[in-house]
């Protein structure tokens, strides 16, 4: 039971920043704390979302090639065959576009990286999942515009209310309803 709390260690202050801005946004009138409140929200599953994409032992996914930065002559460095095809493809001449992707095969092969070797060298590293962390830097991005327009809600609310409080805005939007002046 230890081991299993222990090994699962860095969920509990995820748990607590969570559980912390749900509070935050349900027990305050205020709207900068609710404000606030959905912002530690959203860090906590931000949180949550790296930690699940985390690989202990993983290294980013880059293949590095031995001969970096040499030019086979089809405008691609290292020779793979793939980029030398899509430069003469993308120029609309097909048969050069084979030809190209035949040689960039052989320089890759002359060179000892063939094909084959970068596969098997693919397989026996453990790399980490690039894309949670890009979903996360996009979600953050996000966040902070949708925090920008949620303050300059606020703004023009205090304007046109006087308050931020949520038990006065209610208070004002039911006289304006009624005509009273409670």
Excluded: C, W
């Amino acid at each position: 039971m230890l081991e299993t709390i222990l090994e699962r260690f860095n969920y509990i202050p995820i748990i607590i920043l969570m559980m912390t801005g749900l509070y935050v946004v349900i027990a305050t009138g205020n709207l900068i704390k609710r404000l606030v409140g959905l912002s530690l929200f959203q860090t906590s599953v931000f949180l949550l979302y790296i930690t699940i994409g985390k690989v202990f032992g993983g290294q980013p996914p880059i293949l590095e090639s031995a001969h970096h930065g040499e030019d086979d002559g089809y405008g691609s460095a290292g020779g793979y065959g793939a980029e030398a095809a899509t430069g003469y493809a993308g120029a609309g001449e097909a048969e050069h576009a084979e030809e190209a992707a035949h040689n960039g095969y052989e320089a890759a092969a002359s060179h000892g990286e063939g094909y084959g070797d970068s596969a098997h060298h693919a397989a026996e590293v453990l790399y980490s999942n690039p894309l949670p962390h890009v979903l996360i830097l996009t979600a953050i991005v996000v966040g902070v515009a949708t925090l920008a327009v949620g303050l300059a809600l606020v703004v023009r609310i205090r304007e046109a209310y006087g308050t931020i409080e949520d038990d006065a805005l209610n208070a004002a939007d039911y006289s304006r309803e009624t005509g009273s002046s409670e």
